[in-house]
């Protein structure tokens, strides 16, 4: 199913993909990272409940 959305996106124009994995989610790190995404290293850090929750961005460029 990822495949065809990255061909779908690719097919409909769009240079790049950008998504946010939760940082301690490594079993989601890796499956992105599988697929050619990336880590730019970007990080998104909210509170919930006194807890902080941080997202990573991940890119995935068309060639």
Known sequence: MLRFEIDD???SGFSNIY???LEENQRARKF???H????NNDVYTIE???K?????R???TFK
């Open 52 to 56: 902080k929750i941080t997202d990573v």
């Open 36 to 39: 050619g995404f990336y880590c």
């Open 19 to 21: 998504l946010w994995v």
């Open 48 to 50: 919930i409940m006194d």
């Open 32 to 34: 992105y990272e599988k």
């Open 9 to 11: 996106m690719r097919l």
């Open 58 to 60: 991940y890119i995935y």
